[in-house]
């Protein structure tokens, strides 16, 4: 399987193309690459005064449409898709458990809350 790397909000996604017409691409998740930020986009590191998004991860097998510009040749070994989302989640809390900010703070306990949420959908313990 042919997988392509696309960008997302913040988040980047293995996918492949489920439909081609002209330059607008149907695509299909396959895995996660990197895990969306958490909190407000426009203020990236403000927790007061401010609505903290929580943002959870493209869902397997969940399709969009996107210009075929925005796509990227991947070359890796496929994941699962659950591998994939742990590891992506993984390698966000080492980046923020670094950083000792209340943004962080407050990122990983949305991120606590997203990974109850991801074992109840896919079935799997996320740790």
Excluded: W
């Excluded at 439909?19 to 396959?30: F, R, T």
């Excluded at 895995?31 to 401010?50: A, M, R, S, Y």
């Excluded at 390698?91 to 703070?105: C, F, V």
Aim: hydrophobic content about 30%; proline content about 2%; glycine content about 4%.
């Amino acid at each position: 399987m042919k997988l392509y790397r696309f960008s997302h909000k913040t988040g980047s996604y293995g996918v492949t193309i489920v439909e081609e017409n002209g330059d607008d691409v149907l695509v299909k998740v396959e895995q996660v690459i990197k895990h969306p930020k958490q909190g407000d986009l426009h203020n990236p590191t403000e927790t007061e005064g401010v609505f903290f998004h929580e943002r959870k991860a493209l869902s397997h097998f969940e399709k969009r449409y996107t210009k075929r510009s925005q796509l990227r040749d991947f070359n890796v070994d496929e994941l699962r898709y659950e591998d994939s989302l742990q590891q992506a989640i993984t390698d966000l809390e080492t980046k923020l458990k670094a950083q000792q900010t209340k943004h962080a703070e407050m990122s990983l306990a949305s991120l606590a809350r997203l990974k109850e949420d991801y074992s109840l959908q896919y079935k799997e313990n996320f740790k």
